[in-house]
C-alpha cells in the first residue's frame, strides 16, 4: 500500500511540536512525514523582545531545525509556501510544489496593521529574527550618530512603541534595560531619551488582572517609559507620529516606531481555506471542517474558549498543547486502528510576562499572582520548558535560560 504524504508548513511551536511528536510515533514505514519552513532554522518567537531590544543575541534565540528532527523519517524542505490548494491536495512553494495526503497548518502570525497610514511603510515589527535584529540595528545606529552631528536631533532618542499588550510591555521591560547600557555606550544623558507607549484602550495589558497591571505600569514609569493611554496612533511617517486622544492631535518626532499592536493569522491561510476573523475554527479534532485531512494549529486556527465566549488568544503555550493532539490524531489515522481521535481541551498553565531580565509579572498554578524575582525565575521556567519539549534536555541544556541572578 501507499504510504501517505503528511506535509506540515511551518517549523514554528505548533510544526516543529507536532514534527517531533509525529517521528516519535510514527515508523519510516508508516508515512512520508515533510516539514516546510522558510528557513533552516527554528526561532523561539517569544524571545523575539530580547532580540530586538538587543538584549540577546540573535543566534540565543534561534537553533537549527536538522538538530531536533530525525532525518531518516522526516524530510525537511527549506522553502516558502506561496499558496494551498486544497482542491488538488498540492502546496505550493517559491521554488516548488509537494502532494499530501494529510496536511498540517502552522504558518504562526503577521502584524496586523489595521490600514493605518503609513505604518507598515514606516514602523518596525517584532515578528521574526530579521525584523528583530533590523531595528536592534537602527536603535543602535541612531544612539552611535546622536553625538556626531552638532545640530543634535531628538527624534534620534525617541523611541515610540505602539500598543500596550504582551508583545508591547514586553519589549518596553527591555528596552528600558538596553536603553541604560546603551547611553553609557554612547555618552548619552539617560533623562535625554524618550521612550513612549501609545495605547488605545485607557489602561495596558487590557483584561489582565489591574493589580498586576498596575505594578506593569509603575515600574515601566519609573524606568522612565511614558504612557499615553486612550491614545490612537493616527499615522506613521518616517520622522515621527500623529496620535489622537479625545479629539485632539499631537504629532511625536521620532526615527523609530515600532509596531506592537496586533497580530493576525497568516495571510496565506485567508487566501486558501474558509476563515473566521482570518483564522480557521477547527473542530474538536482540530481539523479544518471544509476538508477533513487538513489540520490547523497555533495561531492560524480559532478556538472558542466555552467560558469567555471568546477565542483563545494565540500563544505559544496553545499552540503546543494543539500541537499533541494534532500529532496523536495524524498518528491514529495514518496507523488505521481502531484508537480514538483527540479532542482538544486547553489546560491553560498562566501566563507570565518579562519586564527585562530580572522582573516579571504573571498570573500560575490557576490564580496566583506573582511579581518580581520570583516571576522572572518563573519566566525563565516557562521559557525552558518549550526547549525541552521540543528537543529534549540537550537543547535546554544548550539555550535555556538558567541565569536567575541576572
Ligand atoms: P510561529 O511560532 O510563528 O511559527 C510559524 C513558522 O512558520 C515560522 O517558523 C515561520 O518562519 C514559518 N513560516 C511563516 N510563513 C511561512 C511561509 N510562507 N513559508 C514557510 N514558512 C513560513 N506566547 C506565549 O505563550 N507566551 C509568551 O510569553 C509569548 N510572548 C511573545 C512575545 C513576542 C515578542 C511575540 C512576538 C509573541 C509572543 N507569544 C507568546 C506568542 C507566540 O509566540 C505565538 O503565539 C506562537 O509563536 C505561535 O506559534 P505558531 O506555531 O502558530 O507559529
Same mark, same amino acid.
Given at each position: ?38 528557513? %533552516? @532554522?527554528? $526561532?523561539?518567537?517569544?524571545? =523575539?523582545?530580547?532580540? /530586538? #531590544?538587543?538584549?540577546?543575541? +540573535? ?39 509537494? %502532494? @499530501?495526503? $494529510?496536511?498540517?497548518?502552522? =504558518?504562526?502570525?503577521? /502584524? #496586523?496593521?489595521?490600514?493605518? +497610514? ?289
Amino acid at each position: 500500500m501507499k504510504k501517505p504524504n503528511i506535509v506540515i508548513l511551518g517549523a514554528g511551536y505548533g510544526g516543529l511540536t507536532t514534527t517531533v511528536k509525529l517521528q516519535k510515533k510514527l515508523g519510516v514505514n508508516d508515512a512520508n512525514i515533510t516539514l516546510v519552513n522558510k528557513h %533552516d @532554522y527554528h $526561532y523561539e518567537a517569544t524571545w =523575539l523582545h530580547e532580540v /530586538a #531590544a538587543g538584549t540577546i543575541a +540573535p543566534d540565543r534565540a534561534r537553533f537549527a531545525i536538522k538538530d531536533v528532527i530525525d532525518g531518516s523519517k522526516v524530510n525537511f524542505v527549506q522553502d516558502t509556501v506561496t499558496s494551498i490548494d486544497v482542491e488538488n491536495k498540492k502546496v505550493v512553494l517559491e521554488d516548488g510544489e509537494l %502532494d @499530501y495526503d $494529510y496536511l498540517v497548518v502552522a =504558518l504562526g502570525f503577521e /502584524a #496586523a496593521t489595521f490600514g493605518i +497610514p503609513g505604518l507598515l511603510e514606516n514602523a518596525f515589527m517584532i515578528g521574526n529574527i530579521n525584523s528583530s535584529r533590523m531595528l536592534r540595528e537602527h536603535i543602535d545606529y541612531h544612539f552611535a550618530k546622536y553625538n556626531n552631528e552638532i545640530e543634535k536631533k531628538q527624534e534620534r532618542l525617541n523611541i515610540i512603541v505602539g500598543g500596550g499588550g504582551f508583545t508591547g510591555i514586553e519589549y518596553l521591560g527591555e528596552l528600558t534595560n538596553r536603553v541604560t547600557k546603551l547611553c553609557e555606550e554612547y555618552d548619552i544623558d539617560r533623562n535625554q531619551v524618550r521612550i513612549i507607549n501609545v495605547e488605545g484602550a485607557p489602561s495596558i495589558m487590557p483584561g489582565f488582572d489591574p493589580q498586576l497591571v498596575e505594578y506593569a505600569m509603575n515600574t515601566l514609569e519609573e524606568r522612565g517609559v511614558e504612557f499615553k493611554l486612550g491614545s490612537m496612533l493616527k499615522e506613521c511617517r518616517p520622522d515621527g507620529i500623529t496620535i489622537e486622544k479625545d479629539g485632539e492631535q499631537e504629532d511625536i518626532p521620532s526615527l523609530t516606531t515600532v509596531w506592537a499592536a496586533g497580530v493576525r493569522a497568516n495571510s496565506l491561510v485567508e487566501k486558501s481555506l474558509e476563515t473566521n476573523r482570518g483564522k480557521v475554527e477547527v473542530t474538536p479534532e482540530l481539523r479544518d471542517p471544509a476538508n477533513e485531512n487538513v489540520f490547523v494549529i497555533g495561531d492560524c486556527a480559532l478556538i472558542m474558549d466555552k467560558e469567555t465566549g471568546r477565542p483563545y488568544p494565540p500563544t505559544a503555550q496553545i499552540a503546543m498543547q494543539e500541537a499533541e493532539v494534532c500529532a496523536h490524531n495524524l498518528a491514529t489515522i495514518v496507523k488505521g486502528g481502531s484508537g480514538e481521535l483527540e479532542h482538544f481541551e486547553f489546560n491553560n498553565l498562566g501566563t507570565v510576562a518579562s519586564l527585562g531580565h530580572s522582573d516579571a509579572f504573571g498570573v500560575v498554578f490557576g490564580n496566583k499572582k506573582i511579581f518580581g524575582w520570583t516571576a522572572s525565575v518563573m519566566k525563565k521556567v516557562i521559557d525552558n520548558r518549550s526547549l525541552l519539549k521540543i528537543g529534549g534536555l540537550g537543547l535546554m541544556l544548550k539555550k535555556g535560560k538558567f541565569n536567575i541572578f541576572g
